[in-house]
């Protein structure tokens, strides 16, 4: 063979070489692009277009649940992810011993699902006695983050603080005497007016009135004689308090339309941080507020936001001076939400609180904001507006109609209820006692349950020696463990707390 073919055939060999090697990267390289899509959760439909599907994280209390998918049962059981073509899906969760969990969820492509309430209980469970209570009550709170009960009989200074977060309750008497305002020869004759618990559960805020007269007290669970009467302390009269910390520190007080921020550990209180407020809202140091004030011998109304330490506030919108606006903030999965109803209507941002900026206008910041919900109708204009103990739900209330707003896909949910007295059983589940029977329901009224029913004495045989034991409308609560029940009966001359163990 001469040169020049040996030439030919090494040019040959050499371009199949390239030829095969480029196929190779190639073949890898969409493999590998396949893969990624793949993961991305696209797909090929049967219509041959390309497709992306949503990711679903599917947990369940307790663990183990089987799960179906538009009646298919899927391969594991919760806690699990999976990829789920969007639209709309029927799920079902069962586990032997167990009630049912169904509900329909809503997949959007490319989105995260996080679906991590669903509860089952169950079934067959043992009511049990823990505490005897006086039977003329004059509060029973539970704690939001559900380890504690704090209750007390009427007039009385000295009341009880039960811990639930383990197996065992344990009780722990706390002598008011020198704490609460209106006590006279040993009884309380003044009114608890607002109670609410600490994130920690440390601390319990209360405003109690005597004699036309209201006062702010900080109550010290851990050491009574530590807590603090802030309105004796600083001299001033507060219409609205706010927490700002767990281990409440620090408070935004509302005083002659002031907005003043306090400091507990060292008894300091702020110069003015904002003026002619009307009302306002908080998530840790950040403020949503209402504020009117006169220009021209005419009344204007705004809603803002406030960035602790900032000269300002930012004005979010400008509404007519007569609507009714109730206001609400929230931080769930480090965006934050602000959210406001002006009359009916409901508008809800997400993103982070505007920073304030002199000599920059405010549509700057605002531009920085993501519209969740843009003029939402509700029945009217609600009475109450807040966000739900573990900050996931916005929830509007008119006596007994109810709007929930799910801040994780901003979804809306609206029903009626049987009852005007609605409590959170646990971070996503609600509860009223309706006709004797405590009934639930997760927060867009779906998986209805009748949990516990009035009872006759050969129910209670085991714990009780009352005729008839009827269930009390007060607030239920399930345990920080998601272990235990917790809920209050009624006899013709005790009332009792009584337990039920809702999972294994």
């Given at each position: 063979?001469?040169?020049?073919?040996?030439?030919?055939?090494?040019?040959?060999?050499?371009?199949?070489?390239?030829?095969?090697?480029?196929?190779?990267?190639?073949?890898?390289?969409?493999?590998?692009?396949?893969?990624?899509?793949?993961?991305?959760?696209?797909?090929?439909?049967?219509?041959?277009?390309?497709?992306?599907?949503?990711?679903?994280?599917?947990?369940s209390?307790?663990?183990?649940?089987?799960?179906?998918?538009?009646?298919?049962?899927?391969?594991?059981?919760?806690?699990?992810?999976?990829?789920?073509?969007?639209?709309?899906?029927?799920?079902?969760?069962?586990?032997?011993?167990?009630?049912?969990?169904?509900?329909?969820?809503?997949?959007?492509?490319?989105?995260?699902?996080?679906?991590?309430?669903?509860?089952?209980?169950?079934?067959?469970?043992?009511?049990?006695?823990?505490?005897s209570?006086?039977?003329?009550?004059?509060?029973?709170?539970?704690?939001?983050?559900?380890?504690?009960i704090?209750?007390?009989?009427?007039?009385?200074?000295?009341?009880?603080?039960?811990?639930?977060?383990?197996?065992?309750?344990?009780?722990?008497?706390?002598?008011?005497?020198?704490?609460?305002?209106?006590?006279?020869?040993?009884?309380?004759?003044?009114?608890?007016?607002?109670?609410?618990?600490?994130?920690?559960?440390?601390?319990?805020?209360?405003?109690?009135?005597?004699?036309?007269?209201?006062?702010?007290?900080?109550?010290?669970?851990k050491d009574?004689?530590?807590?603090l009467?802030?309105?004796?302390?600083?001299?001033?009269?507060?219409?609205?308090?706010?927490m700002?910390?767990?281990?409440?520190?620090?408070?935004?007080?509302?005083?002659?339309?002031?907005?003043?921020?306090?400091?507990?550990?060292?008894?300091?209180?702020s110069?003015?941080?904002?003026?002619?407020?009307e009302?306002?809202?908080?998530?840790?140091?950040?403020?949503?507020?209402?504020?009117k004030t006169m220009?021209?011998?005419?009344?204007?109304?705004?809603?803002?936001?406030?960035?602790?330490?900032?000269?300002?506030?930012?004005?979010?919108?400008?509404?007519?001076?007569?609507?009714?606006?109730?206001?609400?903030?929230?931080k769930?999965?480090?965006e934050?939400?602000?959210?406001?109803?002006?009359?009916?209507?409901?508008?809800?941002?997400?993103?982070?609180?505007p920073?304030?900026?002199?000599?920059?206008?405010?549509?700057?910041?605002?531009?920085?904001?993501?519209?969740?919900?843009?003029?939402?109708?509700?029945?009217?204009?609600?009475?109450?507006?807040?966000?739900?103990?573990?900050?996931d739900?916005?929830?509007?209330?008119?006596?007994?109609?109810?709007?929930?707003?799910?801040l994780?896909?901003?979804?809306?949910?609206?029903?009626?209820?049987?009852?005007s007295?609605?409590?959170?059983?646990?971070?996503s589940?609600?509860?009223?006692?309706?006709?004797?029977?405590?009934?639930?329901w997760?927060?867009?009224?779906?998986?209805?349950?009748?949990?516990?029913?009035?009872?006759?004495?050969?129910?209670?045989?085991?714990?009780?020696?009352?005729?008839?034991?009827?269930?009390?409308?007060?607030?239920?609560?399930?345990?920080?463990?998601?272990?235990?029940?917790?809920?209050?009966?009624?006899?013709?001359?005790?009332?009792?707390?009584?337990?039920?163990?809702?999972?294994?």
């Amino acid at each position: 063979m001469d040169f020049e073919e040996r030439e030919r055939q090494k040019r040959q060999h050499m371009i199949k070489v390239v030829i095969a090697e480029a196929g190779m990267v190639f073949a890898v390289v969409a493999i590998v692009a396949v893969a990624m899509l793949a993961s991305m959760g696209f797909f090929v439909s049967s219509d041959g277009s390309i497709e992306q599907s949503g990711l679903a994280q599917i947990h369940s209390m307790p663990t183990g649940a089987s799960v179906e998918l538009d009646g298919s049962t899927l391969f594991s059981r919760t806690n699990l992810s999976r990829t789920i073509s969007a639209g709309e899906h029927n799920i079902k969760m069962t586990r032997s011993g167990y009630d049912a969990w169904e509900n329909t969820i809503k997949v959007r492509s490319g989105v995260l699902l996080r679906l991590y309430y669903p509860r089952l209980f169950l079934e067959n469970r043992v009511a049990e006695k823990t505490l005897s209570l006086d039977k003329d009550l004059e509060f029973y709170l539970p704690s939001g983050d559900r380890t504690s009960i704090i209750y007390a009989k009427k007039a009385s200074t000295e009341w009880q603080l039960v811990n639930i977060e383990g197996d065992e309750t344990k009780v722990t008497k706390l002598d008011l005497a020198t704490v609460l305002p209106g006590v006279k020869d040993g009884s309380f004759v003044g009114k608890l007016e607002e109670m609410r618990w600490s994130g920690n559960s440390d601390y319990l805020l209360l405003k109690a009135s005597y004699d036309g007269k209201a006062e702010w007290i900080l109550l010290n669970l851990k050491d009574v004689k530590r807590s603090l009467n802030l309105t004796q302390t600083f001299g001033l009269n507060f219409a609205q308090v706010e927490m700002i910390d767990d281990s409440a520190n620090r408070l935004f007080v509302l005083e002659n339309h002031h907005i003043r921020r306090i400091n507990t550990s060292d008894g300091t209180i702020s110069q003015v941080l904002l003026s002619d407020i009307e009302s306002f809202a908080s998530e840790g140091l950040n403020l949503i507020y209402v504020q009117k004030t006169m220009k021209d011998s005419k009344t204007e109304q705004k809603i803002g936001t406030y960035r602790d330490g900032e000269r300002s506030g930012v004005t979010v919108a400008e509404v007519k001076p007569e609507a009714t606006v109730k206001v609400a903030l929230a931080k769930y999965y480090d965006e934050d939400y602000l959210a406001y109803f002006v009359d009916d209507k409901l508008t809800v941002y997400y993103g982070a609180v505007p920073n304030y900026h002199e000599n920059v206008d405010d549509n700057v910041e605002l531009a920085n904001l993501q519209v969740l919900l843009l003029d939402e109708s509700f029945a009217a204009a609600p009475q109450t507006f807040a966000v739900s103990p573990e900050r996931d739900y916005l929830v509007a209330t008119r006596d007994k109609h109810y709007m929930v707003v799910s801040l994780d896909a901003g979804d809306i949910f609206e029903y009626d209820v049987e009852s005007s007295k609605v409590h959170w059983l646990d971070s996503s589940m609600m509860s009223a006692v309706i006709d004797g029977t405590l009934k639930v329901w997760d927060y867009d009224f779906t998986n209805r349950r009748a949990l516990v029913t009035s009872r006759k004495s050969e129910d209670l045989a085991a714990v009780t020696t009352v005729s008839e034991a009827q269930v009390l409308d007060y607030p239920a609560v399930i345990t920080s463990n998601n272990k235990w029940l917790y809920y209050l009966v009624k006899s013709s001359d005790k009332i009792v707390l009584m337990r039920e163990k809702i999972r294994d």
